[in-house]
């Protein structure tokens, strides 16, 4: 006999393979297997859910090649993903799409083995292995929601965090591991992204293995009426029935994933702004039903909403197959988990339609979801910039004025344009705000004829924002269309001529002569020029956006016209520069401005028409809701001015020396002020409304105490914001020293001054005493600021900041403290910290999260620490 011949190339290497793979069996294994009762549609979802978890990761491998996990560099690297990446856009929305089909394509999978009982027959491990996927699915949705870092994102994660933190004992917690500290920011990406990317998938590929496992081993079930643990009915092999089902319904997942993502891609929206106070949260569609659920419930119940009905979901969802043991399989015969399951279903799509319902019903919620939307296609239509701005950032560079830009026309558009409080929203220069969004290249998107009409009747959206209707004339309409045909190039910022605000004041006149109070004996009325300018400063300042557009009042604040009629103009201006606490308890900042500025906005209140429906008042009756009832007694009018030449003051005597500290207390002073304990507890040590007074320390604990509080700071001094300060064994020595010294240097008696011991003329009484006033000499220079100061200074603005730290952030408001004497003494390394990762304090007080580049966190920074180092009062 001779020798067989050869066997062929191809399968001599496939026999090379086997023997070492051991492939061939693994095939039999997996193509042989029998099934009983033959291959049916209802097995395809397990295939399905492979097939998208393996496009999930190819997918995500590909985004993860551009995408940086940091709360300066994410959003810009996902614009740049959709906006400059070949398919960048498609890859995405795949990715996203993928998300939710894997969510669909999970819960048919279970229905269909809830409904066939295929739990049963001792599958009990392979039910608890698919339902713990299950959660890590719903895990890796919840994770990558937030890396985008759009609006959206950003605010869904602080709210499910949120939620997360009201769980009990261990909430807060959960809370903290998640965010990576109290704040969302760069820890907060950089944990989901981890989580997203390395946790979850390595979790879901061992669990994937393990179920594909425990399905070897158990074997298919086949239809509800065949036996769970000994199958009788025919068997028919996996291949080729079976597999050719489930490539059709893989190719119709491909396909329907990829029509999607093609023709309406994922939307990216505007990087996100913790500042921003009116943006309304939406989950995604899989989480909705929860989201819908907690509305329900507050105070204490949300507990038991939270953990109690979805932990006792869970809990019965896993025990399922201990629970209903029975070998019957058919569902009509399994009346009790029939009714539960479907109770819980309909509950689920109950919530989810009722939480759209209710978004599509309520005319201010769908307002504002209709302005995220257009903000959201404005963004993704916008070019794509290199380097994304935080919220209020600088605005990017100008470009050249366009030939004959600079006309008497265009000055005549900016005046209308700032005169009617446009630069409060939409910036100086139109570039945007937090409050609307930019102007630039306006009237490239629509026509003249289509900006008049939007600004005679805005639009729901720009209502939502807002957004005020304006009646111009056809000569100012034309003029501002000019001015805002030119935003974003230098010929924007060309002098302001103010004509609007006349003819504003004029038609007040026409309309109503009388509606006008008479001016105070003595006072000549204002002028049409000054009316103007007051008329610009009230649409600057944004006083329209609490009392009205014509100062009518509205639901935040009250109307002008008889809040101004009983008032002197004297009253009237010391109230705008100085409110009284129940304007201040209202919001109402003090006005920062010359003499002739506030005179100008006195005269145009005076040209306020009452409200409508409004009765005049008694002055005793409206004089309350500007100032308190005494304000006539308290708030004398100015004296008349004097032909006579002021008197030169006397010289002021020499203040006393303070007494001098010894080398150890001046050590321990400058570690008290190099460490930003100023910052905090006042440059003496008395306390501010951060941090409760030193002086009686020395008192109440030892030097030991002192210096272990300073090194190991207890809970609540923590939560009140205070550090662990890293100084040395001297410094610390020093500084003991020094806070045990406040008490008693708090305690000497004050030198006696030179009026006091005067001697008293014989039969004469003493003299009252008078508080002692201030040296008279010219006011302090005004603060050079650099050139990153004058930025933040923009970034403070722009950001709101003076709503509760004042105007300039300088001498506070009743909802937030001044900034003056306070954060511009903390080291720069502190404040960043303090900014990025707030205390329990700020929190507690409203300070909203910050979200600032590099940049501009060293500009605001800067302008905060150039505040005055002595508080103001």
């Known amino acids: 006999m001779g020798t067989p011949p050869p066997a062929p190339r191809p399968h001599r290497f496939r026999d090379w393979l086997d023997q070492r793979t051991g492939l061939r069996r693994l095939l039999h294994d997996s193509l042989d297997e029998p099934i009983p009762g033959g291959a049916r549609w209802a097995y395809v979802f397990g295939s399905g859910l492979l097939l998208i978890f393996i496009s999930q990761i190819v997918t995500g491998l590909c985004l993860a090649l551009y995408y940086v996990p940091s709360a300066e560099s994410a959003h810009v690297s996902v614009a740049y993903i959709t906006k400059q990446v070949a398919a960048g856009a498609f890859l995405r929305s795949l990715h996203s799409y993928g998300a939710s089909a894997m969510i669909v394509v999970l819960a048919l999978h279970f229905l269909q ?480 401005a010359p003499p002739d500025q506030v005179s100008a906005l006195v005269g145009f209140l005076r040209t306020l028409l009452p409200p409508p429906s409004a009765t005049p008042a008694p002055a005793a009756a409206a004089a309350p809701a500007a100032a308190p009832a005494a304000a006539p007694s308290t708030i004398r009018s100015a004296p008349a001015p004097s032909t006579r030449p002021p008197a030169q003051p006397a010289p002021a005597a020499a203040p006393s020396a303070a007494p001098a500290l010894s080398p150890r207390l001046a050590a321990g002073h400058a570690v008290f002020t190099a460490n930003g304990c100023a910052a905090c507890h006042g440059p003496t040590g008395a306390g501010t409304a951060f941090a409760p007074s030193l002086l009686p320390v020395g008192h109440t604990f030892s030097t030991a105490q002192i210096a272990n509080l300073i090194r190991h700071p207890t809970k609540k001094m923590r939560d009140g914001g205070m550090p662990t300060i890293a100084v040395s064994d001297t410094q610390l020595q020093d500084l003991v020293a020094f806070v045990a010294n406040l008490g008693a240097a708090a305690a000497r008696p004050a030198p006696a001054s030179p009026a006091s011991t005067a001697p008293i003329a014989p039969g004469a009484k003493p003299a009252p005493t008078a508080p002692a006033a201030p040296p008279a000499g010219p006011p302090p220079p005004p603060r050079v600021l650099s050139a990153a100061a004058q930025r933040g200074q923009v970034l403070f603005e722009r950001l709101t900041c003076e709503t509760c730290h004042g105007t300039g952030g300088l001498r506070g408001t009743i909802a937030a403290p001044g900034l003056a004497g306070t954060a511009s003494l903390l080291p720069a390394s502190t404040l960043e910290n303090l900014l990025r990762h707030h205390s329990i304090r700020m929190q507690r007080g409203g300070m909203p999260l910050t979200n600032l580049n590099p940049r501009d966190m060293h500009d605001i920074i800067a302008f905060i620490r150039s505040l005055p180092s002595t508080p103001l009062h």
């Open 113 to 592: 083995t809830f409904l066939y009982g295929s739990y049963k027959g001792r599958r009990e491990l392979l039910w608890l292995s698919g339902a713990t996927t299950a959660l890590l699915v719903l895990g890796m949705g919840f994770t990558g929601y937030l890396l985008p870092w759009d609006q959206k994102a950003y605010f869904a994660t602080a709210v499910g965090t949120n939620v997360i933190g009201e769980v009990p004992l261990i909430g807060a917690w959960l809370t903290r591991l998640l965010r990576g500290g109290d704040t969302i920011g760069t820890l907060t990406l950089s944990r989901f992204y981890v989580a997203h990317v390395f946790l979850i998938p390595g979790a879901m590929f061992l669990l994937i293995g393990i179920h594909i496992a425990l399905f070897r081993k158990a074997g298919p079930a086949g239809p509800m009426q065949e036996n769970p643990v000994q199958p009788k009915l025919p068997r028919e092999s996996f291949y080729p029935r079976q597999v050719l089902m489930d490539m059709g319904f893989a190719l119709l997942l491909i396909a329907a994933l990829g029509i999607l993502a093609y023709f309406h891609p994922v939307e990216l929206g505007p990087i996100a702004n913790p500042a921003e106070a009116h943006f309304l949260p939406r989950p995604e569609w899989y989480y909705l039903p929860l989201f819908e659920w907690l509305k329900f419930w507050e105070g204490p119940g949300a507990a038991l909403a939270i953990v109690g009905a979805p932990g006792l979901l869970a809990a019965l969802f896993f025990l399922l197959p201990f629970l209903d043991r029975g070998l019957e399989r058919r569902p009509w015969r399994r009346p009790l988990p029939l009714l539960g399951v479907s109770i819980v279903m309909a509950g689920v799509l109950f919530l989810g339609g009722k939480s759209r319902w209710d978004d599509a019903h309520d005319p201010a919620v769908a307002a504002q979801l209709a302005l995220q939307a257009a903000r959201e296609r404005a963004y993704n239509q916008a070019p794509f910039h290199p380097f994304s701005e935080s919220p209020g950032g600088a605005a990017p560079a100008l470009a050249p004025a366009p030939a004959g830009a600079l006309s008497p026309r265009v000055a005549q558009g900016r005046g209308i344009f700032d005169s009617n409080g446009c630069t409060a929203c939409h910036g100086e220069l139109g570039m945007g705000t937090d409050h609307a969004p930019s102007l630039v290249a306006i009237t490239k998107k629509f026509s003249p004829v289509q900006i008049t009409a939007l600004l005679h009747d805005p639009n729901a959206a720009m209502r939502a924002g807002g957004m005020p209707a304006f009646q111009l004339s056809a000569n100012d309409m034309n003029a501002l269309i000019a001015y805002l045909g030119v935003l974003g190039t230098t010929a924007a910022n060309i002098t302001a001529t103010y004509n609007a605000a006349p003819q504003v004041a004029a038609a007040v006149a026409e309309t109503n002569p009388a509606a006008a109070p008479p001016p105070a004996a003595g006072a000549a009325p204002p002028s049409a020029a000054a009316v103007a300018l007051g008329h610009q400063l009230f649409q600057s300042h944004a006083c329209f956006a609490c009392h009205g557009q014509q100062g009518q009042g509205t639901a935040q604040a009250p109307a002008l016209a008889p809040l101004v009629a009983p008032l002197t103009d004297a009253e009237v201006a010391t109230l705008l520069l100085n409110p009284n606490p129940k304007m201040r308890a209202g919001g109402m900042p003090a006005l920062q």
